[in-house]
């Protein structure tokens, strides 16, 4: 006659054994989820914490508040932080079909105005799914956006307006294309 498994093990020896499981369990998880890195290295991860289904998921940005004299000019600076492992095309893109990172901004309510974005150099690289090298971006970028404080703005805060179009990629991929937005803070003085 065979034991069931209730009748095997005592009370003691069943709590015992719920805890062993329990430790054993999540020291496989806790193995799996965070890859220690090899020494000298940086640890790669082997799945992302959450999946990718735009842009805009690995892309941010970040403006920062900028003060204008009437009538003066000054450079706003748009940052964007693109997650390790991924990059996004340079402005401008390598090929026509390729979807460049381009700033387009709102309106300023005729107090401020903004000329043509100034990009960053490219970084020129190889990839799989391309023949020839790519001009992207990596980790963090910056854009410059000119701005002028039109005659007849008046003392105060101005939000103005911005978008970047990016399009990221990894070593494999291309994901669908996002706009960011966001305001940049001008103090007009």
Same mark, same amino acid.
């Given at each position: 006659m065979?034991?069931?498994?209730?009748?095997?093990?005592?009370g003691?020896?069943?709590?015992? /054994?719920t805890?062993l499981?329990a @430790?054993?369990?999540?020291?496989?998880?806790?193995?799996?989820?965070?890859? &220690?890195?090899?020494?000298?290295?940086?640890a790669t991860?082997?799945?992302?914490?959450?999946?990718?289904?735009?842009?805009?998921?690995?892309?941010?940005?970040?403006? %920062?508040?900028?003060?204008?004299? @009437?009538?003066?000019?000054?450079?706003?600076?748009?940052?964007?932080? @693109?997650?390790?492992?991924?990059?996004?095309?340079?402005?401008?893109?390598?090929?026509?079909?390729?979807?460049?990172?381009?700033?387009e901004v709102?309106?300023?309510?005729g107090?401020?105005?903004?000329?043509k974005?100034?990009?960053? @150099?490219?970084q020129?690289?190889?990839?799989?799914?391309?023949?020839?090298?790519?001009?992207v971006? %990596?980790? &963090?970028?910056?854009?410059? /956006?000119? /701005?002028?404080?039109?005659?007849?703005?008046?003392?105060?805060?101005?939000?103005?307006?911005?978008?970047?179009?990016?399009?990221?990629?990894? %070593? %494999?991929k291309?994901?669908?294309p996002?706009?960011l937005?966001?305001?940049?803070?001008? &103090?007009?003085?």
């Amino acid at each position: 006659m065979k034991m069931n498994d209730q009748a095997r093990f005592s009370g003691r020896q069943k709590v015992t /054994l719920t805890w062993l499981t329990a @430790i054993c369990v999540g020291l496989v998880v806790s193995n799996c989820s965070r890859p &220690e890195p090899i020494a000298g290295t940086q640890a790669t991860p082997r799945f992302s914490p959450q999946p990718i289904f735009s842009s805009l998921d690995v892309v941010k940005i970040k403006t %920062e508040d900028v003060a204008i004299a @009437i009538g003066g000019n000054v450079d706003a600076t748009v940052h964007l932080s @693109i997650s390790p492992g991924f990059h996004i095309n340079a402005n401008p893109a390598t090929f026509p079909y390729l979807i460049a990172t381009e700033l387009e901004v709102g309106n300023g309510f005729g107090m401020v105005t903004a000329g043509k974005p100034v990009y960053p @150099i490219a970084q020129k690289k190889r990839f799989k799914f391309a023949e020839q090298p790519l001009a992207v971006y %990596e980790g &963090e970028v910056r854009l410059t /956006l000119p /701005l002028h404080a039109t005659p007849k703005a008046t003392k105060g805060p101005v939000s103005l307006a911005i978008s970047v179009t990016v399009q990221a990629c990894d %070593e %494999e991929k291309c994901y669908p294309p996002g706009r960011l937005n966001a305001m940049i803070p001008v &103090e007009v003085k």
